[in-house]
């Protein structure tokens, strides 16, 4: 992918946008960009660069993102909305072409890290409870004020603040080399710069190589303090809105990553804000239990949609004939009578009763969750609650007492899988 039309390269040191950025080591990266650790020179604050492929495409792309999170940030001039802030924005020249680039406020690991740094066992109800108030402020921001559907929700996109703060890291002196700008132009090529250049990216290598173990070691650090999340004020931001879009300007029909993916995208009945809250219902289930609430698998004599829509009717129950066949593609999956055709005889186990059997939960810390979760997973769009509703929702306000709750989650293996083999399969 490191090639034209692809990612750029970067090393650490490398300074962007005339000087101004000074990468120092990667954070992550996704099908479109790579995202950077890099040093803000100006305002003396790390921040998150995310460089995007150069190929037109992903430039296409990267101006969209840019338009939303404009928008985003516009309308938060105070950044308490739990949705993650653009700093800057601005066009990068390398070997590899063109590429756009999106500076971001720097954030922590994301939840699916925390889920595996928790090995996949559920974190405490209280904690849970936190982390969808701030998904759930995040999604009525953008749902309410600014009419944007992030269609692509689930734990990677979703990050925990980082617990390093620049300006108290004792480890910051000798870290961040303070350059100043060169005054009239841009480092971004042309040969008069080349000097300049050069010289600043010796001065960062050098700044950096003083700190270089520690640097390495900065992820793990910030997730080995939230890991147990004692006491810890647990917040986080919703981030990555390269698919977000709004409800008149839909650019895809298949939209959101498969195990968070709402009904109405399988059966393509139409969309809107409302799939935002499923897979916001999926991500809690899973902060919860640490397992996905869906994880959908084709096998012999039906496809991975089939297999998920009856994952969806085994736990919710049977979808009304009405929305069942309802969809343009309703009728790859469904008769007439709105039964799957190809998956009879469901193995109905309602939500409440899983929490129990599988996942160790209490009746009562079950039955309220449930009661929580359920509305959002209406089969029905318009019946879900919208995010505002859900945030008056008493559940999010409740306490379980820590002690009765640590360790109650076993881990049965394999349910889903013993479940569908229960199927009577109508091969073709
Ligand atoms: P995708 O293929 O998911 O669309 P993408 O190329 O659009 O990926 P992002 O999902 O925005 O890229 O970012 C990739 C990864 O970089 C994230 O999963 C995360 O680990 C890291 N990252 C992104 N933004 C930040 C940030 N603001 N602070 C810290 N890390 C970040
Ligand atoms: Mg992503
Ligand atoms: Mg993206």
Known sequence: S?????YHAVRVGDPFNGGRYIAQRKLGWGQFSTVWLAYDTRTSKYVALKIQKSAQQFAQAALHEIEILSAIAEG???NSKCVVQLVDHFKHIGPNGQHWCMVLEFLGDSLLRLIRFNRYKGLQLNKVREICKCILIGLDYLHRE???????????????FSTIDPAKDPFRSGLTPILERPEGGSLNGGSTTNMIEKKLKRRAKRAVANISGRRASLGGEALKSQRS?????VRCKVVDFGNACRPHKQFAEEIQTRQYRAPEIILQ??????????????????????????????AQGYSEDEDHL??????LGKMSRKIAI??????????RHGDLKRIRRLKHWPLDRLLVDKYKFSEADAREFAEFLCPLLDFAPEKRPTAQQCLQHPWLNLRTSTKNETENHSNVENLNVGMSSLRIKVGK
């Open 76 to 78: 938060d001039p105070s």
């Open 326 to 335: 309802g969809g343009a593609q309703s009728k790859d999956y469904f008769d």
């Open 229 to 233: 999340l004692d006491g810890v004020d």
């Open 146 to 160: 600014r009419g944007i559907i992030h269609s692509d929700l689930k734990p990677e996109n979703i990050l925990l």
């Open 2 to 6: 490191y090639r034209k039309g692809g």
């Open 269 to 298: 009945a139409g969309y809107s804000f409302s799939v935002d809250m499923w897979s916001f219902a999926c991500i809690a289930f899973e902060l919860a239990t640490g397992d996905m609430m869906f994880t959908p698998k084709a």
């Open 310 to 315: 009856a994952l969806m009717m085994e736990l």
